[in-house]
């Protein structure tokens, strides 16, 4: 029997991404976020959506620079990424308080957390609020990507990357899984 439930925001799986951007005296901050995906190819786009009915000083440092990166956190940093999404950027230097460092963007005046071994460099070109949340589409300029974590073609490796997933549900973190199949491939089988 199948129950019908309370409507409420969900996705499987909803990846952990950390947002991070420079306030308006340029100190690094960042929030850890489940609200990503990609939006676009043409331009190369990412949308993450942030609380409004919160405080959340991520957001007002991203609309401020129009400028932002997105760090892929590993299964090896989820404590560090689940307190970047507690604790408040007007009360602590949360990048400090993990043991974390930065660095510039290449190409965004925006803060690259160091030890995330993918992160998208975005300029911010779309705003909507949407009920609890704003969302921000950012154009990706620049992929940053730690030699370790790619395959033999050069692209990022998942497996090797290892990264985290969100539940909003049941508010916990996952890994993702093993391979299943190869996209436009095993699909064929159904074509006639």
């Known amino acids: 029997m199948k129950i019908n439930q309370k ?5 499987f799986p909803a990846p952990a991404v950390v947002a991070s951007a420079y306030d308006e005296d340029g100190k690094a901050d960042c929030c850890t976020l489940a609200f990503a995906t990609m939006c ?6 990412v949308m993450i959506a942030i609380n409004t009915t919160l405080k959340r000083k991520t957001l007002k ?13 590993s299964v090896e940093h989820v404590a ?17 308080d993990v043991g974390f460092t930065f660095s510039d963007g290449k190409v965004v005046n925006a803060p690259i957390i160091n ?5 998208l460099e975005c300029r911010l070109i779309h705003t909507a609020d949407v009920g609890s949340h704003t969302q921000l589409t950012g154009e990706i300029v620049n992929v940053r990507a730690e030699e370790d974590i790619l395959d033999e073609k050069g692209k990022i490796s998942y497996q090797k990357l290892d990264p ?29």
Do not use: N, Q, W
């Open 40 to 45: 676009s190819h043409h331009p190369p786009a």
């Open 61 to 73: 440092s991203i609309l401020h620079t129009g400028e932002f990166c997105i760090g892929f956190p």
């Open 164 to 192: 985290i997933c969100y539940d909003d549900v049941s508010h916990t973190y996952f890994s993702i899984g093993s391979h299943v199949g190869d996209g436009f491939k095993i699909g064929l089988k159904f074509r006639k």
């Open 7 to 11: 409507p409420r925001a969900m996705m």
């Open 80 to 96: 560090e990424t689940d307190y970047m999404g507690i604790a408040s950027g007007y009360d602590t230097d949360k990048i400090r």
């Open 115 to 119: 030890e995330f071994a993918a992160s």
